[in-house]
């Protein structure tokens, strides 16, 4: 994955993915909401078998709800995360590992959005190729052939601009509602 690739992840889901894909173990504390009951439940069975009633009902007064997202802490607690101010914090983290990682391509990047300005091994890898004609006109043929452009949009214009026939005129007459009483 290039950087630029990377860069365009938007949502806390695709950067999970690029976690999971990539085996960036910082995150493995934070789960959708499926993967967070996932957890509760799991926990609530092993509370079920050593603790009382009253302690399960405190933990699940403590738990958050209604994210998209949890992160379990370091003392088996969880936080809810908002996506919109806690992404972009999440995703610098991500990419601070990536590149200490050495995750991205780096062939089709510049470090620090810089120009590259080595030369070129060769020409045609600087310039830009224009497609060929599939024939070539002679000077004489592009003249012919702009007149002739030019001709039909005068011929157009002129009939634009011309006032209306006759016929068209007493069309009009009839659809006035004065002339016809």
């Known amino acids: 994955m290039t950087r630029e690739e990377f860069e365009g992840i938007e949502n806390l889901s695709e950067l999970l993915d690029f976690c999971n894909n ?11 909401d499926d993967g967070y009951h996932d957890c509760i439940d799991e926990e609530i069975n092993n509370m079920v078998q050593h603790d009382s009633w009253e302690q399960i009902r405190d933990y699940l007064d403590e738990l958050p709800y209604g994210y998209d997202y949890y992160r379990q802490t370091e003392f088996d607690g969880w936080e809810g995360i ?7 914090n999440i ?16 062939e089709d990047e510049q470090e620090d959005g810089q ?9 045609a890898e600087c310039e830009e190729e224009e497609p060929e004609p599939d024939e070539p006109f002679t000077l004489s043929e592009l003249v012919t052939v702009c007149k002739s452009s030019v001709q039909k949009i005068e011929d157009k214009y002129e009939k634009e601009s011309e006032p209306a026939n006759v016929s068209d005129t007493e069309h009009m007459e009839t659809r006035d509602p004065i002339a016809l009483l």
């Open 115 to 123: 120009e590259n300005d080595e030369p070129c091994s060769e020409v």
């Open 82 to 88: 908002d996506e919109y101010s806690d992404f972009d």
């Open 91 to 106: 995703k610098n983290e991500v990419r601070d590992w990536a590149e200490e990682e050495e995750i991205f391509d780096e």
């Open 22 to 32: 990539y085996d960036c173990d910082i995150y493995n504390e934070i789960f959708d």
